[in-house]
């Protein structure tokens, strides 16, 4: 018998078919419906930010690893994928350099700096979008309206509902009379918004792939979205005047996208399913509170930024309870 | 209906359909038996026969030594060719007794048939252990001390598995299926020894002719059979337990802490042999399948018949083999060769080729969580892995390595394809090798 060439490697010897670069794929074919419906409202300059966020996130994760003397794992699609959620939370008339800094903070200061994937504490894709807008607020808060292609309509600059809201709620202490009657345009992404804030249908259809591929758990988007109806209603009932009702939230600003795509990132959100909804709820409170009493206008981002900060201590402290400690009998 | 289950788990392609369909045959003798002194949990047996003897069928070539240990038996009638190490499942060479078959298969004479129902629970034990059964699921504990509840230990359930919840694997279930009385005999001799009046089935709901039948045969008696979810491992003893009747082993604790004994179908039907007709654990029936055999077939084999001569009872090797494995996909031991010989605790012999092993290099952890979910010990394989890997021993027990089962669950669903459960195991190693210490 040749035994020279046999593995002997220990159990189990069979694996699921998934690998990490399925996962990555699959998660950028779900957000292809949501780049066709910005790319369709807003023009070649919203292609234009996918591209350069997409190249610029490879292009920097290939250099930066090249630098370090590592082999590079452009190919496992995560820094792509980062350059896809990065362009998604731009604005889609970003000059292009706005991209290009953004895509060189996400890899370079969100994810190489902790050693590459699996090793950042933060979303990379918001930990750029942040910086930016911290960095660069006039680029980073200047909203076009939807010009959908072929249309002939002139994108103009307006304000995003999120940013009305806030606007008219400073000024007058009440909510814009208009503003909650444009749901069927908002669901389908018929507003100004960063690329991917605009469409929650494309972003649902998205994570029922994702759901079906079984990449996507309840968890996290349940919590979160459910949280911000629970909070968000609340303050409707008590004033519905002055506090938009949650379907508002619901469809507007980057919600969607955040509980959908951001906060269920697997690197920086908790591993065990009482996490997720405990990451979920946190996102969710801390989402509305920005939006209805914090200085900006969206608070997606700064809520999901702050849970990631918290996901070694939820993981700590969420442990599943273990198979044999309860009292028998 | 919902089916019972326990929380965790996952179901891998069950690739059963190669071989549950074919009736189980009977292998060929082969030239060489070698019977190996370690085939159960405990002390190994010590050789009581010399280089040049003649043997019968069924006579003690290894004497149990000690209660944890059991007698091996000559699985024909022949000559002693030699005793001395010879490869073993676990890899190493260990003491074993070879034996060349004469042809002739003759008994001993001195087995004595009894009538189970006229003897004491003490005089079942002893033919039990006489007969040197042991757990045939595949963890090989001899079935006498499962048997022997220690003075307060109340048992007042008897959990028979017929899980089979190993991809590929059939073995359990053809014997359900052609051969239900001897199993249902053995129940009932091991309900007399335990003195329990309840007894359960449990059987995967992928074999709906198996549970059928059973429970034909089981009508109006003691005896229920219950169809489990399919799902891996339904079939390790605590998740079973969990399934079938609510109750938590303790950490650390065996079955009987919840009023529990678990036995295998085939230790059932080797129980019945061995109180009914006094006949020794000298055969088994094991599936020999994957992709790279011929002919995927359920064989019943004698004890220290060795691999190759299954496969060539099985039409032979399709392709360079690059992976032999004893048991399951999922639990079972990578061997060293075809040259090792089938022991009491083989319920399968499965080949792989190359092109038929998942050859992935590991990647970073993603923190997908998937190992958390799928854990049947309700653990987080990755963090304790992590801890393993690097050496953080008490850091590693203190998050619950030494409650792993080693199902596999988490390395076969890690998409970074990192060796959890080897972590895990050699952390659990480390744990031990410090505790001896102190």
Request: net charge positive; with cysteine; charged share 15%.
């Amino acid at each position: 018998m040749a035994t020279s060439s046999l593995y002997l490697s220990s159990s189990p010897h069979i694996r699921a078919e998934q690998d990490s670069a399925q996962i990555m794929r699959a998660v950028i074919y779900a957000l292809l419906p949501a780049c066709a419906v910005s790319v369709y409202f807003f023009g070649p300059p919203a292609l234009m930010v996918l591209i350069v966020a997409t190249a610029g996130c490879v292009s920097c994760e290939w250099l930066c690893q090249r630098a370090m003397g590592r082999p590079s794992t452009v190919a496992d699609g995560s820094a792509a994928l980062t350059g896809i959620l990065l362009a998604l939370n731009l604005p889609p008339h970003s000059p292009w350099w706005l991209a290009l800094i953004g895509a060189a903070v996400a890899i370079g200061i969100g994810k190489q700096v902790y050693g590459g994937l699996g090793g950042n504490p933060f979303n990379p894709a918001l930990v750029a979008r942040v910086v930016l807008l911290i960095s660069f607020p006039v680029q980073m808060t200047t909203w076009h309206g939807p010009a959908p292609l072929l249309s002939g309509v002139d994108a103009v600059t307006t304000a995003t509902p999120l940013g009305e809201m806030k606007t008219a709620v400073m000024l007058t202490g009440q909510l814009p009379p208009d503003l909650q009657g444009r749901f069927g345009d908002y669901f389908l992404g018929h507003m100004a918004g960063s690329l991917g804030e605009v469409s929650a249908a494309a972003l649902l259809l998205g994570a029922l792939y994702l759901f079906w591929k079984n990449i996507l758990t309840w968890h996290i988007p349940v919590s979160y979205l459910g949280t911000v109806i629970l909070v968000a209603g609340l303050f409707w009932w008590i004033d519905p005047t002055r506090y938009p009702n949650p379907l508002f939230h619901l469809l507007t600003g980057g919600l969607m996208l955040g509980a959908l795509y951001m906060a269920t990132d697997m690197v920086t959100s908790p591993v065990t399913g009482r996490g997720m909804l405990i990451f979920g709820v946190g996102c969710g409170l801390l989402t509305v509170l920005i939006r209805l009493f914090g200085g900006y206008p969206e608070g997606v981002s700064f809520a999901i930024l702050l849970m990631n900060a918290a996901t070694p201590l939820i993981d700590r402290f969420s442990k599943p309870k273990k198979f044999g400690y309860v009292a028998p009998g | 209906m919902k089916l019972k289950t326990f929380p965790g788990g996952l179901h891998p392609p069950d690739n059963k359909q190669w071989s549950a369909h074919k009736p189980i045959e009977t292998c060929a003798l082969p030239e060489e038996l070698t019977i190996q002194l370690a085939q159960h949990i405990g002390a190994p047996a010590e050789a009581c026969v010399q280089k040049g003897e003649r043997v019968k069928r069924g006579q003690v070539v290894g004497q149990a030594k000690g209660f944890v240990s059991v007698p091996v038996h000559a699985s024909s009638s022949g000559e002693v060719v030699a005793v001395e190490p010879r490869p073993h499942p676990s890899g190493r060479r260990l003491p074993a007794v070879v034996i060349r078959p004469d042809g002739e298969d003759a008994w001993i004479e001195d087995l004595t048939a009894a009538d189970p129902h006229s003897l004491a629970p003490d005089a079942l034990r002893e033919r039990i252990r006489a007969a040197g059964v042991v757990g045939l699921g595949g963890a090989t504990f001899p079935t006498h001390v499962k048997l022997s509840p220690p003075e307060g230990k109340k048992i007042d359930t008897l959990i028979v598995n017929g899980v089979e919840c190993e991809p590929y694997l059939s073995a359990d279930h053809r014997l359900m299926l052609e051969e239900p009385e001897r199993v249902l005999d053995g129940i009932a001799i091991l309900q007399r020894a335990l003195g329990v009046a309840r007894a359960l089935i449990g059987i995967e709901a992928n074999k709906p002719d198996a549970i059928a039948l059973m429970r034909k045969i089981c009508a109006g008696s003691a005896i229920e059979v219950v169809p489990l979810q399919v799902k891996y491992p339904q079939g390790a003893e605590k998740q079973l337990i969990l399934a079938l009747t609510g109750r938590e082993v303790p950490s650390g604790g065996l079955p009987m802490d919840v009023g529990v004994v678990v036995q295998n179908v085939g230790t059932a039907a080797a129980v019945a042999d061995a109180v009914r007709r006094g006949q020794p654990l000298i055969e088994r029936i094991a599936t020999v399948a994957g992709p790279g055999i011929k002919e995927p077939k359920n064989l019943r084999v004698r004890v220290g018949t060795p691999l190759a001569h299954l496969v060539t009872c099985c039409g032979g090797l399709s392709g360079e083999p690059a992976k032999i494995i004893m048991g399951g996909p999922m639990m079972g031991a990578a061997q060293l060769g075809l040259d090792v010989p089938v022991t009491r605790g083989t319920s399968g012999l499965l080949l792989f080729r190359e092109q038929d092993l998942p050859l992935r290099l590991e990647s970073p952890c993603i923190r997908c969580g998937r190992c958390v979910r799928v854990c049947p010990a309700r653990i987080v394989p990755t963090a304790i892995a992590a801890c393993g890997r690097r050496d953080l021993i008490e850091e590693a027990a203190d998050l619950g390595a030494m409650d792993c089962i080693e199902c596999g669950c988490c390395t076969y669903t890690c998409p970074a394809a990192i060796p959890l459960v080897q972590a895990i195991r050699q952390a659990k190693g480390a744990i031990l090798a410090q505790r001896r210490k102190i």
